[in-house]
């Protein structure tokens, strides 16, 4: 196995994953990117941060991108000598938009790229089902490395798989982002073993309509983000996100909780209906609010 010379850079995109009715299945790739640059180095390890996590995320081994640039290598054959892994975060760390899988994205393909024919050895499907068994579950890594939007689950053999769909170009959303963070086991661990056969029922009806309204209608994205499974019982940790979805809801809104949360997403469906601007004007005081594009590119090569 022989490595590239010269540094890689990739940009990842930020994701929104569930999207409401599709709890660990649906997501959809945002134009809010990090940037990562990584070298094959004669020896040591060297990991630079900025942005978000800087000053917070250890630097070593134990960095996120390292290791799962470390388990591709392991999946290629050989660990490289040395590395340098340089990361410019944009995505807001703990709020539902992505960070991890964008981190675990970044690393994957990165190492990839820096394996002469790399993209020979491990295919598009073997990356993904390496980035979710990194992760745990798909719906955020598989639209960070595909882009767009990706209907992505688990085999019964613990394989996973992605398939990406379509989205109408005059779908947007504007996320509003709390400053206070909730960790993604933390909001897990709020869900219940066992839901009622009735709500697990309305979100699959629900979750197959979204795929029609973000695909062609999108005046039915208002009752193709209801969800049952997930979103209530995650009151408690992010009691201000939910009361906000519920204002934006009332008024014909189709809002949702961003991935585990707290960050709330809007849909945006072209002028004359839901428009960024009018949304953007209900950001609550304390929090960000950004108006993002559906990105088609998932993890790509960066100049
Ligand atoms: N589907 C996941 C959840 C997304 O809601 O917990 C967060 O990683």
New binding site residues.
Partial sequence: MTFVQGPVRATVPATS??LGP????L?LALELRDTLEAEVLDGGLVVEVSGYGEGQVPLDERHLVVRAMRATFERLGQQPAGLRLSCTNVIPHAR?L?S??AAIVGGVWLARELVAGGRLLLDDAALLDLAARL???P??VAPALLGGFVISGQDADGGFWAVPGSVDPRVGAVVFVPPTPVE?EA??GL?PDVVPHGDAAANAGRAALLVAALSSRPEELLRATEDRL?QEY?RPAMPESLALVETLRADGVPAI?S???PTVLAFTDGPGTTTADALLARCPAGWEAHSLAVTRPGATRAD
Wanted: aromatic share 4%.
């Fill in positions: 994953a569930n599709g709890f660990d299945t997501g539902g992505g991890s899988s992760e745990g579950h719906d955020n993604t909001a897990r869900l997930h995650r909780i991935g585990a949360g």
